[in-house]
């Protein structure tokens, strides 16, 4: 029997990614069904997968198999599109950046999934509980109509990454108070308020030559304060250039013209250009190699695990490497917050200054 793509029925709420038109043939009654998927390769599509593997029992009592094809993310648009355009129709399921969603709909390579999210009603539920802005990035094309197309596989948040061992050495925290006048952010809770201009000075404070001492230590490298995204290749640069627009109350795109929404006179406003000179602005404190737009946020996060940063901003799904004492030399020396945000004014916290807000991927 030919068999339609039903995601709802296959793979539940573990997995993640538009659906492309089209069959695939089965045997009648089938025994084996085996699926097949193109992934970007990070953490969140091998966890997905041992996931599947481990713990999905599909209702219909057949043995379903996930065959995941794992790509490279800066190679990851650029195969699944020719795999799409060729008419190949390798995949059954594809982990769909949200950015790509229109493209690939209006290609005619997405099937609608309405009707299968309808004749779900777990399902249903649990797309309704999903967060407007994830669920509307995510799973709709156009933008915010009822036209659902896929759903959300993880919804990635940007963090700061910190070294407790040298934020809060005592003989760091004493020079850096002296030299700013403020407190050097240790906690997580100071993280959380942390703002951009504090963000600046701690990778000013923290720019050292090899033989410098640090935390009461000598270098035997160069070591950096700050770090994040800064790279050519697919969104390593857009995605922190964005963060710095919106908070700078810029924008990429007219919204309120949607369908018909410009990104000429946003992209290009003065609060716009404001946030891409402040994202600019940093990269003076950051390693070397975010100069030569490679540093994206694979790079970021190896010299933040390699300990030559003391903070890094990155996206969370990277964290598990961070934590590995495998994969990690500051595995067990680690801090979370909130990404930085905007200076403001504030009558019961002098110090604190946040008004952020950071992209999903």
């Given at each position: 029997?030919?068999?339609?793509?039903?995601?709802?029925?296959?793979?539940?709420?573990?997995?993640?990614?538009?659906?492309?038109?089209?069959?695939?043939?089965?045997?009648?009654?089938?025994?084996?069904?085996?699926?097949?998927?193109?992934?970007?390769?990070?953490?969140?599509?091998?966890?997905?997968?041992?996931?599947?593997?481990?713990?999905y029992k599909p209702a219909s009592g057949n043995k379903v198999s996930l065959d995941v094809d794992f790509i490279p993310w800066?190679?990851?648009?650029?195969?699944?599109?020719?795999?799409?355009?060729?008419?190949?129709?390798?995949?059954?399921?594809?982990?769909?950046?949200?950015?790509?969603?229109?493209?690939?709909?209006?290609?005619?390579?997405?099937?609608?999934?309405?009707?299968?999210?309808?004749?779900?009603?777990?399902?249903?539920?649990?797309?309704?509980?999903?967060?407007?802005?994830?669920?509307?990035?995510?799973?709709?094309?156009?933008?915010?109509?009822?036209?659902?197309?896929?759903?959300?596989?993880?919804?990635?948040?940007?963090?700061?990454?910190?070294?407790?061992?040298?934020?809060?050495?005592?003989?760091?925290?004493?020079?850096?108070?002296?030299?700013?006048?403020?407190?050097?952010?240790?906690?997580?809770?100071?993280?959380?308020?942390?703002?951009?201009?504090?963000?600046?000075?701690?990778?000013?404070?923290?720019?050292?030559?090899?033989?410098?001492?640090?935390?009461?230590?000598?270098?035997?490298?160069?070591?950096?304060?700050?770090?994040?995204?800064?790279?050519?290749?697919?969104?390593?640069?857009?995605?922190?250039?964005?963060?710095?627009?919106?908070?700078?109350?810029?924008?990429?795109?007219?919204?309120?013209?949607?369908?018909?929404?410009?990104?000429?006179?946003?992209?290009?406003?003065?609060?716009?250009?404001?946030?891409?000179?402040?994202?600019?602005?940093?990269?003076?404190?950051?390693?070397?190699?975010?100069?030569?737009?490679?540093?994206?946020?694979?790079?970021?996060?190896?010299?933040?695990?390699?300990?030559?940063?003391?903070?890094?901003?990155?996206?969370?799904?990277?964290?598990?490497?961070?934590?590995?004492?495998?994969?990690?030399?500051?595995?067990?020396?680690?801090?979370?917050?909130?990404?930085?945000?905007?200076?403001?004014?504030?009558?019961?916290?002098?110090?604190?200054?946040?008004?952020?807000?950071?992209?999903?991927?």
């Amino acid at each position: 029997m030919t068999v339609q793509y039903r995601l709802t029925a296959l793979a539940g709420a573990a997995f993640a990614a538009a659906l492309m038109t089209g069959t695939f043939i089965a045997p009648a009654f089938a025994e084996d069904v085996t699926l097949t998927m193109a992934v970007p390769d990070w953490p969140p599509t091998r966890i997905m997968k041992k996931f599947f593997d481990e713990q999905y029992k599909p209702a219909s009592g057949n043995k379903v198999s996930l065959d995941v094809d794992f790509i490279p993310w800066p190679d990851f648009y650029t195969r699944v599109n020719a795999s799409l355009t060729s008419g190949e129709k390798k995949y059954n399921f594809i982990v769909s950046d949200s950015q790509w969603l229109g493209a690939f709909v209006e290609g005619g390579y997405y099937r609608k999934i309405n009707d299968l999210v309808d004749a779900d009603p777990e399902f249903k539920k649990t797309m309704e509980q999903i967060h407007p802005a994830v669920y509307n990035a995510y799973s709709t094309y156009p933008y915010k109509s009822a036209n659902l197309y896929g759903f959300p596989q993880f919804p990635d948040v940007l963090v700061t990454y910190g070294r407790k061992d040298v934020l809060c050495n005592d003989e760091e925290q004493k020079n850096y108070q002296a030299k700013y006048n403020e407190k050097l952010p240790c906690t997580g809770e100071e993280l959380d308020n942390m703002d951009w201009n504090t963000f600046e000075h701690i990778g000013e404070f923290f720019q050292r030559k090899k033989g410098d001492k640090l935390a009461g230590e000598t270098l035997d490298d160069d070591f950096y304060g700050i770090a994040y995204q800064a790279g050519k290749g697919y969104d390593f640069s857009t995605s922190q250039v964005n963060t710095m627009v919106w908070q700078h109350g810029g924008d990429i795109w007219d919204e309120t013209k949607v369908p018909n929404g410009h990104a000429e006179g946003q992209v290009n406003s003065e609060k716009s250009i404001e946030g891409f000179d402040h994202f600019l602005k940093l990269i003076k404190y950051m390693p070397p190699v975010a100069k030569t737009g490679t540093m994206d946020i694979f790079k970021s996060d190896e010299l933040f695990r390699q300990g030559k940063v003391a903070m890094n901003i990155d996206w969370i799904c990277l964290g598990e490497a961070s934590l590995d004492p495998k994969t990690s030399k500051v595995a067990d020396k680690l801090v979370f917050g909130l990404i930085p945000g905007m200076p403001v004014q504030t009558v019961s916290s002098p110090a604190g200054h946040r008004s952020a807000a950071s992209p999903s991927c």
